[in-house]
């Protein structure tokens, strides 16, 4: 990809003139740029930092696909710069005015136009939503159910991540709880959506969502996906505040605590577990998962190289998920060093991850199992 949006200046206007006080305090100190993995692993091309300053100058170049569109989101830079530039909402709006006339990536068009009409960005058909529900028993919300299970497209239409909705349905079923999902009705949240530039669409999907959500009176969501997780706890406000949002990890353990939840079966592994972008870095959720890990008899937790605040994204957020190509070198890397730490098996929480690290996976060889920590976790159960 090197396809030029617009004239050398017009985007750098156009950006400068959206862009919050935030933008212009950036001192080019270039932590960010120093720390990214975009850069570093992926494409040399991308320079946060050197991206600021051109479009503040007015220089050229960046307005190439392959500089745009090489951010992954995974907000490493945001979480480290001294004057707390937010660098993703940087990204957002140029990618945002560039969707707005018309030159958004063929790849990312047919997403768009996939969530206009299926609701949901994997081109499936809406019945199919709720096959794995009619297999499994698993009953459509309804007044009188204490908890929404939010599904997510990637996990219901890819065949590998439907092994998470089985576990965690399992997982649920065992401990008792009332819980039901929304049937083929449900959309996309529209977290990455928005991350390409698709603004306009995910305003609607967030009116949509939301009155569904209220009609249906859903005051307690478990979230399956860190991006479902994310978008809706900060960024659908018109959800209110006396909806709950919790991430299936921070569920099964406050199950497990409560003694719903009893893990007897060893599993004696060495397992490694990768934080993704949108659970750790963006919503703070790093024990969790962790202490899931812990509780099952016989496994051994492994850190990785770069784990917590700084671990390293998969590279399938900000719309790397369906672009694949070089951003499988950032889900190659995590394989390779679960690999020299020794590890049986890596485990994570996010299908985005979970689908670019299985892809890494087969390419070095099958060297390693990758599982949900759902499905990790239902093993022991």
Known sequence: ?????????IVGHLVRKISTDTF??????????AGCPAYSLVSNI????????????????FERDDVIYACTTCN?????????????????????????TGFLPSTYRNVLFSIRTFGNPWSEEREKRILWVNEFDIPIYRKGIDYLL?????????????????????????????????GKEENCCGESIRKIGGEKDFQTLVK?????????????????SPHCHYTFKYEYPSLGDDVEIIHYTEFLVSLIREGR?????????????HDPCYLGRNSKIYDAPRNLIQEIPGV??????????????CGGGGGGIWMGGNNIKLSNVRIEDAIQMKADLLASACPYCLKMLEYSNQIIGNKLIVMDVAELVNEAC
């Open 1 to 9: 990809m090197s396809q030029n949006f617009a004239a050398p200046g």
């Open 24 to 33: 212009y305090a950036c001192m080019q100190c270039g932590v960010c740029s």
């Open 46 to 61: 991308f320079n946060i930092r050197k991206l600021i300053i051109q479009v503040q100058t007015d220089g050229e170049g």
């Open 76 to 100: 490493l830079c945001g979480r480290r710069c001294p004057r707390q530039v937010q660098t993703v909402d940087f990204i957002r709006g140029i990618r945002q005015l560039i969707a707005e």
């Open 150 to 182: 939010y599904t997510c497209c990637t996990n219901v239409f890819d065949s590998n991540r439907k092994k998470t909705l089985i576990a965690l349905s399992r997982l649920l079923k065992k401990a008792g709880v009332s819980f039901g999902v929304i």
């Open 208 to 224: 949509r969502n939301s009155n569904i959500l209220k009609g249906i009176g859903a005051k307690k969501i478990i979230t399956v």
């Open 261 to 273: 939840l009893v893990l007897k079966i060893p599993f004696p592994k060495r397992v490694s577990y």
């Open 300 to 313: 051994q937790l492994i850190e990785l190289s770069k784990n917590r605040e700084s671990s390293l994204c």
